[in-house]
């Protein structure tokens, strides 16, 4: 079995964004601030209104807007450059952020779809890296499931051998439809 780690990037790059409108990033930072407010009101009632006014709205500036650029700014390029050990015949279709459950752990980096197996590479910022593949031929099946028993973002894949692997996704609808196609 080689490695290709020198393959060309022949499918659609995703590059790691948090990409919101401005109205959304106004409605968030407006119920982030109201929270906030809320929290200190009710924790701290010697505190003048006016204060809790101007820390929550600074709160809600900074967590909805500074925060999420701050975070691209320093670890954006290390979650984008993140790159599979592929085989030499073996090239990547499409690409998916996603996090991997490996215990109690949500270990975060990529999904990578190829012409021969589905690989997940974590980025180099959790306690447990490295790179999971799948075989096509080896998947069961694949479905949806609940994050938390509660938020329809998970997906499962469970193989021949009994082994389960639970992903979180964005728009697990259309990556499900994709690890779908592959499948097929």
Known sequence: MKLNTNSKESYTKKEFKYDLTWKQRIIQMVFTALFYGLVLYFIDKTQNI?????????????????????????????IDNIKPD?????????????????????????????????????????????????????????????SAKLIDNGIRIITKQGAKYDFVVNDRNIELQKIQQKLS
């Open 50 to 78: 006016k204060s809790i006014i101007f820390q929550a709205v600074f709160f809600g500036i900074f967590f909805n807007l500074l925060f999420p650029w701050l975070l691209n700014k320093m670890f954006g390029k290390r």
């Open 86 to 146: 592929l085989l030499n015949d073996e090239t990547v279709e499409e690409e998916i952020f996603a996090n991997l459950f490996r215990g109690l752990e949500a270990v975060g980096g990529k999904i990578f779809l190829t012409n021969q197996r589905l690989i997940f590479k974590s980025h180099s910022f959790n306690f447990q890296k490295g790179q999971t593949n799948i075989n096509y031929i080896d998947i069961d099946s694949v479905g949806k499931r609940k």
